[in-house]
């Protein structure tokens, strides 16, 4: 009797927390007769629903690893059962929660981005002075700068101000003498149980220079984590007047720091990545 080798083609979804506990849900061929199913050298519970797919709990674990699938063999005379073989469409990323971002702003010009959805997004929540110290915020695309915190209404306080969307790239003033602290605390995400949200895939960018923070999930990612569009041409810091420096460059190899912004030149209309690491909600 020949049956042939399960085989994984894709999960859904194909990352989840560390801790472990995500529903996933293995689509393939040859599951009839699956007798395990393993994250890297853990073993999951599951559940076969049909010879093409397999609902799985996925154990705890660390990185990325293959997901695979064992057959029995049901008779003695039965060849080629055995355990799915390792590919790209079987990886699993195993995610850790965000941690609170704090960052530091000193007398004049800073950069500053969110990396991610945050708890409490108001200016007042966030900066340790209640948002005080500002005296200018702005954000640059499409070739213009536009302003960064903008009240809803005419009289309303500096401290209710919502801070931008995540990704977003700040160039911000701070008044005074003292440095001002920023802390970012993640939101939780919809439905999940202390599973923190993580940043939008993608950043849109339009033609030509773009402030952006995109967020490295704490990991200290490289710059070359980021850049997957073939039409971004550069990544640099700002200078001190915010604008992009053209000499040193940022390596491809260098990392991003979570709450910075850097400069991001594309040929055309194209998108930053955020971090395949950093969890999606």
Same mark, same amino acid.
């Given at each position: 009797?020949y049956l042939p080798l399960p085989a994984v083609t894709s999960l859904s979804p194909a990352?989840?927390?560390?801790?472990?506990? #995500?529903?996933?849900?293995?689509?393939?061929?040859? &599951?009839?007769?699956?007798?395990?199913?393993?994250?890297?050298?853990? !073993?999951?519970? =599951?559940?076969?629903?049909?010879? $093409?797919?397999?609902?799985?709990?996925?154990?705890?674990?660390?990185?990325?690893?293959?997901?695979?699938?064992?057959?029995?063999?049901?008779?003695?005379?039965?060849?080629?059962?055995?355990?799915?073989?390792?590919?790209?469409?079987?990886?699993?990323?195993? *995610?850790?929660?965000?941690?609170?971002? *704090?960052? #530091?702003?000193?007398? @004049?010009?800073?950069?500053?981005?969110?990396?991610?959805? %945050?708890?409490?997004?108001?200016?007042?929540?966030?900066?340790?002075? @209640? @948002?005080?110290?500002?005296?200018?915020?702005?954000?640059?695309?499409?070739?213009?700068?536009?302003?960064?915190?903008?009240?809803? &209404? =005419? &009289?309303?306080?500096?401290?209710?101000?919502?801070?931008?969307?995540?990704? #977003?790239?700040?160039?911000?003033?701070?008044?005074?003498?003292?440095? *001002?602290?920023?802390?970012?605390?993640?939101?939780?995400?919809?439905?999940?149980?202390?599973?923190?949200?993580?940043?939008?895939?993608?950043? !849109?960018?339009?033609? @030509?220079?773009?402030?952006?923070?995109?967020?490295?999930?704490? %990991?200290? /990612? +490289?710059?070359?984590? =980021?850049?997957?569009?073939?039409?971004?041409? /550069? =990544?640099?810091?700002?200078?001190? /007047?915010?604008? +992009?420096? !053209?000499?040193?460059?940022?390596?491809?190899?260098?990392?991003? %720091?979570?709450?910075?912004?850097?400069?991001?030149?594309?040929?055309?209309?194209?998108? *930053?990545?955020?971090?395949?690491?950093?969890? $999606?909600?």
């Open positions: 009797t990352s989840g927390p560390a801790a472990g506990g #995500t529903a996933v849900t293995i689509a393939g061929t040859g &599951f009839t007769t699956a007798a395990a199913v393993d994250f890297g050298t853990a !073993a999951a519970t =599951f559940t076969i629903v049909s010879d $093409t797919m397999i609902q799985a709990t996925a154990p705890a674990g660390s990185g990325t690893v293959d997901v695979t699938v064992a057959s029995s063999c049901p008779t003695a005379a039965a060849t080629s059962c055995g355990t799915s073989a390792p590919a790209a469409a079987d990886q699993y990323t195993y *995610v850790s929660p965000a941690q609170t971002v *704090v960052r #530091t702003l000193t007398p @004049g010009w800073n950069t500053l981005s969110i990396p991610f959805p %945050l708890a409490q997004d108001t200016v007042g929540a966030t900066f340790s002075d @209640g @948002g005080a110290s500002i005296l200018a915020a702005y954000s640059y695309a499409g070739g213009r700068w536009q302003p960064a915190l903008r009240r809803t &209404f =005419f &009289f309303q306080a500096e401290r209710d101000v919502t801070l931008p969307s995540p990704m #977003t790239g700040i160039f911000i003033c701070i008044g005074g003498t003292a440095p *001002v602290t920023v802390t970012l605390a993640p939101a939780t995400a919809t439905g999940g149980a202390q599973q923190p949200a993580g940043p939008p895939a993608t950043y !849109a960018l339009t033609q @030509g220079w773009n402030l952006v923070g995109p967020s490295s999930g704490n %990991l200290s /990612e +490289p710059v070359s984590t =980021f850049l997957k569009g073939t039409d971004v041409l /550069e =990544f640099d810091n700002p200078n001190a /007047e915010g604008l +992009p420096v !053209a000499d040193p460059t940022i390596d491809s190899t260098d990392s991003v %720091l979570d709450g910075a912004a850097y400069w991001v030149y594309a040929a055309n209309n194209s998108q *930053v990545l955020a971090s395949q690491i950093a969890p $999606t909600p």
